[in-house]
């Protein structure tokens, strides 16, 4: 399936200020997640907390949810995270006032990644399933990700990982990445092919108040 939505006219990168301290984000969503990283094997940040200090990026479409109230069903997210800079892009399609919820609930789930410090509304396409998936941000230009699954023991199903340090995806299904580009001001880089990724083609999450 594919999902894509236009660059808003008049819209380009900003350099944002952290979120202030507030009242806990409260969300509940369902949909797709992809992500890719510089890690040779299983990304030990998503496992265990670990900093691996790997440079990643990743895309979700929320198929269904809320965000303090706010709907949230059929948008998209993509980010990219070089060193302690988290580069957000959030579904240009969608009225302000999603595209705002879109953006509190995503400071509040990436802030385990760093700081984000870039927020732009973009183009983001969307395609795939069951682990091979195809991302692009301004149609590529930004950011390209390509995956596949890694099948387990029974070469069937791919491998899973359940309780993870991730708070969109408590579970988490093994991938490799088949190419990622990222390139945005001064931040860039490549992702070879065979490191990481992880998906969940069931994301599933919430959090209350």
């Not at 240009?92 to 953006?103: C, H, P």
């Not at 091979?132 to 149609?139: K, M, P």
Request: charged fraction near 20%; charge should be neutral.
């Amino acid at each position: 399936m594919l999902f894509v939505v236009a660059l808003a006219a008049g819209t380009a990168r900003a350099q944002s200020p952290p979120e202030k301290p507030g009242a806990p984000v409260a969300f509940s969503i369902e949909g797709t997640y992809v992500e890719a990283c510089t890690c040779r094997s299983s990304c030990a940040a998503e496992i265990s907390g670990e900093a691996t200090g790997c440079d990643a990026v990743g895309a979700f479409q929320i198929d269904a949810g809320t965000c303090d109230g706010q709907d949230l069903a059929g948008t998209r997210v993509a980010f990219a995270e070089k060193g302690d800079a988290v580069h957000l892009y959030l579904d240009a399609g969608s009225a302000a006032a999603k595209r705002a919820a879109l953006e509190k609930v995503s400071r509040a789930v990436l802030a385990a990644m760093g700081t984000v410090k870039f927020v732009a509304a973009a183009t983001i396409e969307f395609t795939g399933s069951s682990g091979a998936y195809t991302v692009n941000v301004d149609g590529g230009k930004i950011l390209a990700l390509r995956t596949e699954p890694v099948m387990g023991g029974d070469h069937k199903t791919p491998v899973a990982i359940a309780n993870t340090q991730n708070a969109w995806c408590p579970t988490l299904y093994q991938g490799h990445c088949v190419s990622a580009t990222f390139a945005d001001g001064a931040d860039k880089f490549t992702i070879e092919k065979g490191r990481n990724s992880f998906f969940d083609p069931h994301l599933k999450a919430s959090r209350k108040p």
